[in-house]
């Protein structure tokens, strides 16, 4: 099956703290998994990438952690800023050719 | 990072006629490209797989007659919507690979006005 996104949820935290950003992915049979972060207007750029042989990585100020026994990933940004607004996606795929299927998708608000 | 560039960013076209989209990767060759559509507060949609001197793959649901993908060359592929209607208003993206990359690389988007 395919993530089908059908609407968009909203995150809203404020400026300084921990963002946890959820997403559920269809295909377990995926082995690469990217965080992308949308902003209005603009295409996806990476954020942070994770394969199926780990639980979890680190990078600047975002974690992500897999679990693939309920075939979830998460992304958590670390005092989070104004500039960290933006939407969020999960993307999965079982290929080595750069074909990912998009989860829904989190609409993140940082206040101040 | 690797660059894809798409072009225009926004276009506004009339009912009935086609609009062409292009997408180059910059500063890698690319033999295979996707394309996606996003409405809006939506995920992106994966439409396509474009293939340098090949036919396209395309997603289940995707009219292929009306969504025209030509890749001619390692760094440019192009979409043309084909007598274009007003639902088929929407943000196009397209991505790609460089071969020493694991992650895809998305340009910047084009917004297609139909009116």
């Known amino acids: 099956g395919e993530s089908v996104g059908l609407h968009l949820p909203t995150l809203s935290v404020q400026e300084g703290d921990n963002s946890i950003i959820n997403c559920a992915y269809s295909?377990?049979?995926?082995?690469?998994f990217i965080w992308y972060k949308q902003e209005s207007g603009k295409g996806p750029q990476f954020i942070i990438d994770i394969r199926s042989n780990m639980d979890k990585r680190q990078g600047q100020r975002v974690t992500v952690l897999l679990n693939k026994t309920v075939k979830h990933l998460s992304l958590q940004i670390a005092a989070t800023q104004p500039g960290d607004s933006a939407v969020y996606f999960c993307?999965?795929?079982?290929?080595?050719?750069?074909?990912?299927?998009f989860g829904a998708g989190t609409q993140v608000v940082v206040t101040p | 990072g690797a660059v894809v560039s798409q072009h225009p960013s926004r276009v506004i076209c009339k009912s009935g006629t086609s609009v062409k989209i292009e997408c180059r990767s910059l500063d890698f060759q690319a033999t295979t490209m996707f394309w996606y559509r996003q409405f809006p507060k939506q995920s992106l949609m994966l439409m396509a797989t474009?293939?340098?001197?090949?036919?396209?793959?395309?997603e289940q649901g995707v009219e292929k007659d009306k969504f025209l993908i030509n890749h001619a060359s390692l760094t440019l592929s192009t979409l043309t919507v084909t007598s274009a209607h007003p639902e088929d208003s929407s943000f196009y993206i397209c991505?790609?690979?460089?071969?020493?990359?694991?992650?895809?690389?998305f340009g910047q988007g084009t917004r297609l006005t139909v009116v």
């Open positions: 295909n377990s049979a995926s082995d690469y």
């Open positions: 993307a999965e795929t079982t290929d080595s050719w750069g074909k990912f299927q």
């Open positions: 991505s790609a690979r460089p071969k020493d990359y694991t992650e895809a690389f």
């Open positions: 474009s293939n340098e001197g090949s036919k396209a793959t395309y």
